[in-house]
């Protein structure tokens, strides 16, 4: 059984950091394609980071490049996101996810659809 468990959330002040991790079992991280999300109340779910297998290229959505990182160890069947300057608008349940199917070292999925298998979310919320 492939499971994928976030951890790290928590209630935070404006301009904060937290650090989420996911630790994978089941199956080797260094097989995803890995990618986190997050879905607000009454909104759609939407793509927050990922990165490559590999770790050589990640991709963020606009609202948090230069806030955000993602990373991964492979050793360790980990991926984090570590949040600076958090913001209100940041406040979601953030979803891990790994895409396994092959696509190259160097690249990033961004759609949800693509991704097969999903964290149960973690609870950031930011105060201002």
């Known amino acids: 059984q492939v499971q994928l468990v976030e951890s790290g959330g928590g209630l935070v002040q404006a301009g904060d950091s937290l650090r989420l991790s996911c630790v994978v079992s089941?199956?080797?991280?260094?097989?995803?394609?890995m990618g986190w999300f997050r879905q607000a109340p009454g909104k759609e779910r939407e793509f927050v980071a990922g990165?490559?297998?590999?770790?050589?290229?990640?991709f963020y959505a606009d609202s948090v490049k230069g806030r955000f990182t993602i990373s991964r160890d492979n050793a360790k069947n980990t991926v984090d996101l570590q949040m600076n300057s958090l913001k209100p608008e940041d406040t979601a349940v953030y979803y891990c996810?790994?895409?396994?199917?092959?696509?190259?070292?160097?690249?990033?999925?961004?759609?949800?659809?693509?991704?097969?298998?999903w964290g149960q979310g973690t609870q950031v919320t930011v105060s201002s």
């Open positions: 996810a790994g895409d396994k199917v092959w696509r190259g070292d160097y690249f990033v999925t961004t759609t949800q659809a693509e991704y097969d298998d």
């Open positions: 089941g199956r080797a991280v260094s097989t995803y394609i």
């Open positions: 990165i490559s297998r590999t770790g050589s290229r990640t």
